[in-house]
C-alpha cells in the first residue's frame, strides 16, 4: 500500500511512503493511494496536485512541475569544499 501527504511541502511536493503489509493508511495527514493510482503518483515523485472526493478519498491527481535541480558543482567548487574540510578536520583552516 501506498500513502501520499495530504500537505505538500514548500517546494510543492507531497510525502510519499509504501508498505507491503499495510492495508489501510497507518499515518495522520496522509491519505491511501488507490492502486490504480500508485503508478502516477509514484512516476510524479510527488509532485502532483491532489484530487479527493468527499469523503477525503484520493480519486485523482494531476502530475506538476518538479522544482529545478541545483547546478552541478563544479570540479574547482568541489576541489574547495575538499581543501577546506581537510583544514578543518585538521584544525589548520587559516583566518581569511
Known amino acids: 500500500m501506498t500513502i ?3 500537505q505538500g511541502r514548500p517546494d510543492g511536493g507531497h510525502g510519499l511512503q ?3 503489509h ?3 493508511c497507518w499515518l495522520e495527514g496522509w491519505v491511501a493511494v ?3 493510482l500508485e503508478g ?3 512516476e510524479s515523485g510527488g509532485y502532483c496536485t491532489l484530487e479527493l472526493d468527499e ?5 485523482g491527481i494531476t502530475p506538476t512541475e518538479r522544482p529545478q535541480m541545483a547546478e552541478e558543482v563544479t ?3 568541489r576541489l574547495e569544499a575538499q581543501v577546506t ?3 578543518m578536520m585538521t584544525d589548520t583552516l587559516l583566518p581569511e
Open 75 to 77: 570540479a574547482e567548487e
Open 34 to 36: 488507490p492502486p490504480e
Open 85 to 87: 574540510y581537510t583544514a
Open 18 to 20: 509504501s508498505q507491503s
Open 22 to 24: 499495510r492495508t489501510a
Open 4 to 6: 501520499i501527504e495530504l
Open 40 to 42: 502516477a503518483v509514484w
Open 55 to 59: 469523503r477525503g478519498a484520493l480519486v
